[in-house]
């Protein structure tokens, strides 16, 4: 209900404001699990795709923003709840695994849930290669990715930036990948492989510069 309520509000407030042009909503599947997998550019990313897609989308957001003191702190962790986000400890010695088992949690339970293969956010606007957990996920819980290719959302808040401002933003959902394709495969083999495979059909939706190696955060900056 918290979701239905929320969605009402922020989905015309978003699209009145930003006007979004939004493209391939259709290869979202609308029923069962499956894995949006996204460049990164923003903090905003993980609002723009669930406000974008036609069903809701789960994404992990770390802890703190549930453990925050006084009114703003509960009216923090009230909102992620109602937008169906998923908590993490990000400092834990096993944060990575956690956060996949977090993942594979709730495709188990038939939800869509949202990853970005980079890791943290290209800082540079180039496309970083991915980590090999989205596929991971998809492989274990046997569900298609789809490729989500976000522009002008760096725009809107940048990396440093308290406040989002006014900026024009586009979603594109490419077409789903199956997991299908890769059984049969050894395992890092397969998961190499699709995790390429999702990196390359994004950097078609955005048209974004490859980097051509993981992304690496400066010492000092938010991830």
């Known amino acids: 209900m918290l979701?239905?309520?929320?969605?009402?509000?922020?989905?015309?407030?978003?699209?009145?404001?930003?006007?979004?042009?939004?493209?391939?909503?259709?290869?979202?599947?609308?029923?069962?699990?499956v894995i949006l997998a996204s460049n990164h550019r923003s903090f905003i990313d993980s609002f723009a795709i669930p406000l974008a897609s036609p069903r809701q989308v789960r994404f992990l957001a770390k802890e703190e923003y549930w453990t925050a003191p006084g009114l703003g702190g509960r009216l923090r962790k009230?909102?992620?709840?109602?937008?169906?986000?998923v908590p993490v400890n990000r400092l834990s010695a096993t944060a990575a695994q956690e956060s996949l088992d977090k993942g594979l949690e709730v495709l188990r339970a038939g939800d869509a849930f949202g990853i970005y293969p980079e890791g943290t956010r290209s800082r540079d606007?180039?496309?970083?290669?991915?980590?090999?957990?989205?596929?991971?996920l998809a492989l274990n819980a046997r569900v298609p990715v789809v490729p989500v290719g976000l522009?002008?959302?760096?725009?809107?808040?940048?990396?440093?930036?308290?406040?989002p401002t006014l900026a024009k933003v586009t979603v594109k959902f490419g077409?789903?990948?199956?997991?299908?394709?890769?059984?049969?495969m050894p395992a890092g083999k397969a998961r190499r492989q699709l995790t390429d495979d999702v990196m390359d059909a994004i950097a078609e939706l955005t048209g974004q510069e490859r980097a051509g190696g993981y992304n690496q955060v400066p010492t000092g900056q938010p991830t």
């Open 125 to 136: 606007g180039r496309l970083c290669r991915g980590h090999t957990g989205v596929a991971w």
């Open 3 to 33: 979701y239905s309520l929320s969605r009402g509000v922020l989905v015309p407030l978003s699209r009145a404001l930003y006007r979004p042009t939004i493209v391939g909503a259709e290869n979202v599947p609308r029923h069962g699990a």
């Open 175 to 184: 077409e789903p990948i199956p997991f299908e394709r890769y059984e049969g």
């Open 151 to 163: 522009i002008g959302t760096e725009k809107i808040q940048p990396v440093g930036a308290r406040f």
């Open 78 to 85: 009230g909102f992620f709840d109602a937008v169906g986000m």
